[in-house]
């Protein structure tokens, strides 16, 4: 089993890149089922997740070739299956992106129920009552744990279709199968993320007719046919934020280049209202942990422009190291507190009931056994361990390299004392 050891880590200083977004690669990778022809797609992390759609998409027909380092092609000349494999869905929750495309390109899809990180029940209904609504049948199966969607004798049809909550994986699924369909598709209530916006505008090099992305309704009008295309993946605004987090809890002194700082408003909103400097150019930023005291603040998460759940764990942590009291509340997933009772045992005083907790900062951390429940979960846990005395040794870290690249070594050019072990 791989485990990380943090060290007790001095103020962090230099320059860190940030990759291509995670949460932007995979849908992209999905959409290149929709053509026949050649996709390039250029600034590809290389993480676990995309290792697993890379499967998922050769399993269903796709040639897929590492034309470089950061860039792949993907070519589907023909789909040989619309059945993907339980044993490769349940590695990952992105793996339900493929059902759009699939449908729309041969009228069916069957999709084993997905897996990913425990943080919450993440169903996929708001994606089946999308393409219900696109005229698919739904036949659900939860004795044998699958879905399937049939697209009618007319195949796919426009529809308007209102989302009870902005899911962005519904958003993207609902985008990849209307680009097809007959006739125009309008999603309300759409989520407005920036890798909604990414997946329109690769989409659009297709030759698909999507306007409105990053708004909370958008238009696609339906064509025929799509093309190859030639792309590159937006930068990560969570490995973003989690580096900004790094540079403040270790009162650091950190560059953060290849990032969009119109991504990342509401983390800069509330490290400023920490007391932490952050100096915002065109495509970096520069965070000064180093330049006076830091006191806590309050943050909700919420779908995007909002502040991102996914960097909620990460700035629970930092509120564990500064002067006061803050409260955190998470609105978007019900299980994503589980990283609580590992920092508890670092020494953090956090109490949490619901979906709120109450952080006192000025903890003593202390380095031990602790366990990467999921994703973001483990990233705080690196974060705290970088403060805490003496070593954190963290297990589970699989998680972490999900969904970060080249994670110890961009740590470590900052100057973080981190290790990794096999056991």
Do not use: W
């Amino acid at each position: 089993m791989a485990k990380y050891l943090v060290h007790q880590s001095g103020p962090l200083s230099g320059e860190v890149v940030i990759s291509g977004a995670k949460n932007a690669v995979l849908p992209l990778m999905a959409a290149a089922l929709l053509s026949e022809d050649k996709c390039v797609i250029r600034d590809v992390p290389q993480l676990r997740d995309v290792a697993f759609m890379k499967e998922i998409l050769a399993s269903l027909g796709a040639e897929i070739e590492d034309v470089e380092e950061n860039t792949i092609s993907i070519i589907t000349e023909d789909i040989i299956s619309t059945e993907a494999r339980f044993d490769l869905v349940n590695k990952m929750r992105a793996s339900i992106l493929v059902m759009g495309p699939l449908l729309a390109r041969k009228g069916r899809a069957r999709m084993p129920l997905p897996g990913g990180c425990a943080i919450g029940a993440r169903p996929i209904d708001l994606h089946l009552k999308g393409l219900e609504a696109l005229g698919a049948e739904i036949i659900f199966n939860e004795a044998e744990s699958y879905v399937e969607a049939r697209a009618g004798g007319q195949g796919l049809i426009g529809d308007t279709i209102y989302l009870d909550f902005p899911s962005v994986g519904a958003t993207e699924n609902i985008m990849m199968a209307a680009v097809l369909a007959e006739g125009i598709t309008y999603i309300e209530n759409a989520a407005e993320e920036p890798e909604i916006v990414d997946l329109a505008n690769f989409l659009n090099k297709m030759g698909a007719k999507i306007k409105g992305a990053g708004t909370d309704t958008i238009k696609i009008e339906g064509v025929k046919h799509l093309g190859g295309a030639k792309h590159t993946v937006i930068p990560d605004r969570i490995e973003a934020g989690t580096f900004m987090l790094a540079a403040a809890i270790t009162r650091g002194n950190v560059r953060i280049t290849n990032a969009v700082p119109d991504h990342l408003k509401p983390i800069i909103a509330k490290l400023r209202e920490c007391g932490v400097r952050i100096e915002v150019g065109d495509e970096y930023l520069i965070v000064r942990g180093d330049l006076g005291p830091q006191s806590a603040t309050d943050i909700k998460t919420l779908p995007y422009p909002g502040f991102p759940t996914d960097i909620q764990s990460p700035f629970m942590a930092f509120l564990t190291t500064v002067e006061g009291t803050g409260t955190v509340i998470e609105t978007v997933f019900e299980n994503r507190f589980m990283h609580v009772s590992q920092l508890r045992k670092m020494g953090a005083s956090i109490e949490t009931a619901g979906n709120k907790a109450i952080v006192k900062g000025g903890a003593v951390l202390r380095g031990t056994q602790v366990m990467a429940t999921d994703l973001r979960a483990g990233a705080a846990l690196v974060l705290a361990g970088l403060v805490a005395e003496g070593i954190t040794e963290i297990s589970e870290i699989y998680h972490i390299e999900r969904g970060y690249e080249k994670f110890i070594e961009k740590f470590r050019g900052l100057g973080a004392q981190i290790e990794k072990t096999e056991e």
